[in-house]
């Protein structure tokens, strides 16, 4: 996305060896920084090199080394780079990486709090209400607590945009999902599931190829972006006008015992490159959003008809009784639920 070379033909010996003293330099720069670093720093995320996203993630890690006077210097993980989709939470908890950004559906059987922090189907979609259901009503001491059980630091939470669902052959009816192999992870799944479907648990780099060889029928993204950015379009053309999640809250979290080598001042820089990076990924989002729709529909995606009322509520009555489901996870499900629904 960000490529540019350059080529001289004349004096190209001169400027050779110029570029390479220069590539030295910065070679050695980059290492004596990484040396007078006090705390070095991996930081996976669920995307690729050059996606949108994984810019955005990018951009949070130069926070932080910027921030901190280079005093904390991130390593970016990316997709496919030594940490499978799964294995993110635990790479975490274990120390193997000092960041990540997981997405909760993923572990949903390792930490089933996870899954209501992110959105059940059916919660809210208005920014503001998930802003003061974490800042205000008492989310974020729930969330804390519970992943400190985890050996984790929970960070400041961002919200991204609603979770759709591309298939191959257009949805005319709820009673079509009956049958279809989709990708959807944790709730996503359970949702789909009391539709008829039958839902999988595949890594987003999996998603191409197991639509175009036949083994998934379609897909959730984590977002519309997700679809765009996976291509996923071109394998599968028809998107579902009805969110399954009308946003989601997704956490960063840091291995607790690299967190606690932090002295003060250094703890509340990366609690603020936090929310700097909560604030661009909503900004970027929402423009993103308009964006990622007009280069799929380029490509030929196509909207799949407008649902009928009858299909709205069996909708959402797939999504309600999803809550006293997940309410009986754990202690940390209940009572983040228990909140949603006035009870605590």
């Not at 291509?231 to 997704?250: C, D, F, T, W």
């Not at 196509?302 to 997940?326: I, Q, R």
């Amino acid at each position: 996305m960000l490529k540019t070379l350059r080529t001289l033909r004349n004096k190209a010996l001169t400027k050779t060896v110029a570029g390479y003293a220069l590539a030295l330099s910065s070679t050695l720069f980059s290492v004596s920084h990484a040396y007078a670093a006090e705390h070095n720093w991996r930081f996976v995320n669920l995307y690729s090199r050059g996606t949108a996203y994984g810019e955005v993630y990018k951009n949070f890690a130069e926070n932080i080394e910027s921030m901190s006077n280079g005093r904390i210097a991130v390593q970016v993980m990316y997709a496919g780079e030594g940490v499978g989709q799964t294995g993110v939470l635990g790479s975490v908890k274990s120390g193997l990486m000092t960041m990540g950004a997981p997405f909760q559906p993923m572990h949903a059987g390792e930490f089933p709090a996870g899954v209501v922090e992110v959105g059940l189907p059916g919660m809210t979609d208005d920014v503001g209400e998930l802003s003061a259901l974490f800042h205000e009503k008492g989310w974020a001491d729930v969330l804390e607590e519970a992943y400190d059980k985890q050996n984790l630091v929970w960070l400041e939470p961002y919200i991204q945009l609603p979770v759709y669902v591309l298939t191959k052959e257009p949805i005319k009816s709820v009673e079509d999902f009956k049958g279809l192999k989709i990708r959807a992870p944790g709730a996503y799944g359970k949702f789909l599931r009391n539709l008829g479907a039958s839902p999988a648990s595949l890594a987003w780099s999996e998603i191409y190829t197991s639509l175009a060889t036949g083994v998934i029928d379609g897909s959730i993204g984590s977002n519309l972006i997700d679809h765009r950015d996976g291509n996923h379009v071109e394998v599968a053309k028809y998107m579902y006008r009805l969110p399954i999640a009308g946003a989601q809250a997704l956490p960063i979290v840091v291995n607790k015992n690299a967190w606690n080598k932090l002295p003060d001042d250094l703890k509340a820089i990366v609690r603020a490159a936090s929310a700097v990076h909560a604030r661009e990924q909503m900004t970027k989002s929402r423009f993103w959003e308009s964006q990622a729709i007009a280069d799929m529909e380029a490509k030929g995606m196509k909207w799949s008809p407008a649902p009928s009322e009858a299909d709205v509520t069996t909708w959402n009555n797939a999504a309600n009784s999803l809550w006293s489901e997940y309410a009986k996870s754990d202690k940390y499900s209940s009572r983040l639920i228990d909140i949603v629904q006035n009870k605590e």
